[in-house]
């Protein structure tokens, strides 16, 4: 295991502190990989783009049906790459985030890590934590609050530790505990680091986004130091 050459406590200040740390130190390293995540954080953009120069605006019943084909080509493309792209991707980038934390140089190769190894349980690990989630949100949302705090550290367990997906929900339900309330508090804090990102230009949103994925990062790497110090 890769000797830890940097960590904190667990809370919330010092989560951010870090990440702060981490952000200036990397920040270069960390805008290619917050430009290359957005790319797939938006499945509609792989949908049909429909304007006024469309033939189907000019004759929408004659295209009707080619209109329903590109439609349905445009929602399949999407969920492929939600459920079957955007995961190895979103994990990978969580595991850069780690490294840098760790003050391990990164490396953009473990962006596409999960292509190559690992990539079933990413996948599954992916699916697991949405239906938990969306299960917790469809009975009032407080439980689905409780599950998306307690579930926070799914993907940094399985591509840190390599986990399956089953195994990754059980330990990150055993870590989170006793840190719902800072995972809670620091999730609350990313909206107005968002918000501040916007109001600088727009263009703020990337170091807003390093932050705090820098900061989760963080926190993880805290609360995993924490547990195994008990």
Known sequence: MEEIKYFHQPTISESLGNGWYVMKKYFLWLLLVVIICSIFDSPAKFGYNFNSSD???????????????????GILVAILVFFFV?????????????KCTRDIDPDLK?????????YLNIVLAHLLVAVIVGFGFVFLVI?????????AFVPYLVM????????????????TKGYGWTIFG??????????????????GIFPALILINAS???LYQAVEHAKRSE
């Not at 605006?57 to 439609?71: D, E, H, K, M």
């Not at 955007?86 to 780690?98: D, E």
């Not at 473990?110 to 690992?118: A, E, H, I, K």
């Not at 439980?143 to 579930?151: D, N, S, T, Y």
């Open 110 to 118: 473990y962006l596409f890590l999960g292509f190559q190894r690992n």
């Open 216 to 218: 989760f990062a963080s």
């Open 160 to 175: 840190d530790k390599g986990f399956d997906p089953v195994k990754a929900v059980e330990e990150s339900w055993r870590l």
């Open 86 to 98: 955007k995961p190895v991707i979103s994990y990978g980038a969580k595991l850069i985030y780690l």
């Open 143 to 151: 439980p689905g609050i409780i599950f998306a705090c307690r579930l």
């Open 55 to 73: 033939k189907f605006a000019s004759n929408p019943f004659q295209s009707f049906p080619g209109f329903l084909g590109l439609a349905a080509l």
């Open 186 to 203: 620091l999730g609350l804090l990313c909206i107005p680091i968002m918000i501040a990102g916007l109001i600088c230009l727009i263009v």
